[in-house]
C-alpha cells in the first residue's frame, strides 16, 4: 500500500508538472499570436506603403514624358510662331497655333520632323485668321517616342537639324518659347 501510495504521488506531481508545462506553453503560445498578430499588421501596413511607394514613382515617371514634349516642342518653336492649345494623349501630341507667316509655320513644322523623339508631323490646316496682322491659324498632330528614332542619313539630318537650331535655336528659342507660353 505505501508502495501504491508512492506510486500515486509521484503520478500526481507528474501530472501537476505537465499540466503546469500545458499552461506555460498555453502562456507563450497567446504571447505569440500577439506577436503574429502584430508582424501581421506590420505586414499589411508594409504591403499598403509599398503600393503608395510604386504609384507615386508611377506618376513620376509619366510625368518625364509630357514635361519632356514641352520642352522638345519648345526648343523647336521658331520666332513669329506660338501654341495657342496642345493636348497630349497616349503617344499623340496635338497643337493647335498661330504664326505670323505660312513660312515660319512650315519651319516649326520642319524642326518638328528634325527632331528625333518626335515622328512625321501631320499639319491638317493653315488657314489665314486675321488679315491685319497677318496671322495665319495651324492645326497639327504627331506622335511622340521615348526612344529617339535613327537618323537615317545621319550627316545630312544633323547639318539640317543644326542649322536650324543655330538660326533659331540659342536665342530665338527660348525667347519664342518664353513668348509662346506667355501668349497663351
Same mark, same amino acid.
Given at each position: ?5 508512492? !506510486? ?8 501537476? %508538472? ?10 507563450? /503560445?497567446?504571447?505569440?499570436? =500577439? ?6 499588421? !506590420?505586414?499589411?501596413?508594409?504591403? +499598403? ?41 497616349? *503617344?499623340?501630341?496635338?497643337?493647335? @497655333?498661330?504664326?505670323? +507667316? ?11 520632323? +528634325? ?14 485668321? #486675321? ?5 495665319? @491659324? !495651324? ?5 511622340? $517616342? !521615348? ?7 545621319? %550627316?545630312?539630318? /544633323? $547639318?539640317? $537639324? =543644326? @542649322?536650324?537650331? =543655330? #538660326? #533659331? *535655336?540659342?536665342? *530665338?528659342?527660348?525667347?519664342? /518659347? /518664353?513668348? @509662346? $507660353? *506667355?501668349?497663351?
Amino acid at each position: 500500500m505505501l508502495a501504491g501510495l508512492g !506510486y500515486w504521488y509521484l503520478e500526481t506531481r507528474k501530472l501537476d %508538472a505537465v499540466k503546469e508545462q500545458a499552461a506555460l506553453k498555453q502562456d507563450e /503560445a497567446t504571447k505569440l499570436e =500577439s506577436i503574429i498578430k502584430d508582424v501581421e499588421n !506590420y505586414q499589411k501596413r508594409k504591403d +499598403n506603403l509599398q503600393k503608395r511607394i510604386d504609384l507615386i514613382n508611377q506618376l513620376k515617371q509619366n510625368q518625364k514624358g509630357p514635361v519632356r514634349v514641352m520642352d522638345r516642342i519648345s526648343q523647336d518653336l521658331p520666332d513669329l510662331v506660338w501654341i495657342d492649345h496642345m493636348t497630349m494623349s497616349g *503617344g499623340l501630341v496635338t497643337l493647335n @497655333g498661330r504664326g505670323l +507667316n505660312p513660312t515660319a509655320v512650315a519651319l516649326f513644322v520642319e524642326n518638328i520632323k +528634325n527632331d528625333p523623339v518626335f515622328e512625321e508631323p501631320n499639319l491638317k490646316n493653315l488657314i489665314q485668321i #486675321s488679315a491685319v496682322p497677318l496671322v495665319y @491659324g !495651324y492645326d497639327m498632330t504627331f506622335h511622340f $517616342t !521615348y526612344v529617339p528614332k535613327p537618323e537615317e542619313g545621319a %550627316a545630312g539630318g /544633323a $547639318t539640317s $537639324t =543644326s @542649322g536650324t537650331s =543655330s #538660326s #533659331s *535655336g540659342t536665342t *530665338g528659342t527660348s525667347g519664342t /518659347a /518664353a513668348t @509662346g $507660353t *506667355g501668349a497663351k
